[in-house]
């Protein structure tokens, strides 16, 4: 048989990765429903022309095909089907689907795959987790929601063993009313290129605003400005302020910006900054923006970002503006794993291995392991009745930390294999260490 080779962009992890990837995957969830945010899933793939209707995403896109699809299949573009590429279209497309059984605001979250064709390197796969929150109104949405979610992600994030982060907002309206008092039309042009701030630096973002935007010298160095600007809530006036432009546009959109930033803060303390730099490429963001990055690791880009959107779903009686955010699941958990910031203290979920002493008291051992496991204790029971030191090893190799060895109505001796210290039991009543209880995911070094 050939080697296999893996297909570089589509993560596979090790049973112990896979566990800490869990762990982040369960402190979402928990976080999120104890918001009172509902679980969802929703279908791999969408139409294509409305995965395509929002954003500059058509390249990213993996289209779905029958190998044996007849021509005329081929050719219909209504019948065209891609894999989703996010989650937050999707969701608008099941708000239109389910309006009529939803209660608004619709709080949900939703852990799931999603899958884009770009060029795979560190922290970006092809195929990986989002986990997004989002809050859905019908035809209004307070802009208190906002703050709402963004202190979910900050309380979701300051649970996980990771270093400090900080989550970075920008408004869109405040962004706008700048850039028109400076004069500038072609705003989305504006916001596209200052996107690239990080990747390509300011002097081409100048370069770039004055060629194919058509800003002036100074205008582009008013947007260079203003993108630099960085501050809380108490002198973000001040600062804005400074680039000696003003109107009601901004004045109403700074004090949406800093109500945020002072509202998460006052929950979640120094877990956001308002940076101005941030701008989004995505064009369906119309308000609050956000994105997230660990300290430290700010080469791994944004972990978690979104914002509002108040213009994404609409039908003939309705819109339905929304806020999210969303982490990049599987971006974190690949620097996780491969910074070996984390571990998980075991492997397996097992506790207790339960010796054989012979194939023909096999049942015994059975026995011991459903008594065990009906007290929530993970047990499994040796796959064979070879020598107690080739059990142990074997547990050992498992990673399972005690080993317990039955005589008769339940009862027998339990080893914690690290330890060596063993000891008499009852299945009935033996309890192992709460530490022991679960594997943990644990930091490797001081992250806090």
Known sequence: MAKVTPLSGFPEWLPAERRIEQHVMDTFREVAELHGFSNIETRAVE???????????????????????EEEEREKESQKLGLHFDLTVPLARYVLEHQNDLAFPFRRYQIQKVWRGERPQDGRFREFYQADIDIIGQDTLPSHMDADVAIVMAEVLGKLPIPGFTIS??????????????????????????????????????????????????????????????????????????LGVSSDDITNALEELSFVIRTVNSSV???????????????????????????????LGSICSGGRYDTLATDNRHSYPGVGLSIGLSRLVSRLVTRSLVT???????????????????????????????????????????????????????????????????????KDIRSGEQTPADAHTWQPPQDDMTARVVATTSTK
């Open 269 to 299: 303390p120094g877990a956001c900054i308002a940076d101005l730099s941030i701008a989004r490429g995505l064009d369906y963001y119309t308000g609050t923006v956000f994105e997230t990055f660990v300290e430290g690791h700010e080469d």
């Open 344 to 414: 998980a203290t075991r492997a397996v979920p097992t506790v207790v291995l339960v010796a054989v002493t012979d194939e023909e008291h096999r049942v015994a051992s059975v026995e011991v392991a459903r008594v065990l496991r009906s007290r929530g204790i993970s047990a499994e029971i040796a796959p064979s009745a070879a020598k107690f030191g080739k059990q142990i090893k074997y547990a050992d190799r498992r990673g399972i930390p005690f080993v317990f060895f039955p005589s008769e109505d339940g009862r027998g001796e339990v």
């Open 169 to 242: 907002i920008n408004n869109r309206k405040l962004s706008q009313g700048v850039f028109e008092a400076l004069g500038l039309s072609d705003i989305e042009g504006v916001l596209r290129q200052l996107d690239k701030l990080a990747k390509v630096g300011e002097a081409e973002v100048r370069k770039l605003l004055i060629e194919q935007v058509g800003a002036s010298e100074e205008q582009a160095d008013g947007c260079l400005a203003f993108a630099s600007i960085k501050a809380t809530h108490e002198d973000l006036a001040d600062k804005v302020g400074a």
């Open 47 to 69: 139409p294509l022309d409305q995965l395509l209707r929002k954003g500059e995403t058509s390249k990213e896109v993996y289209l779905i095909s029958r190998l044996q699809a």
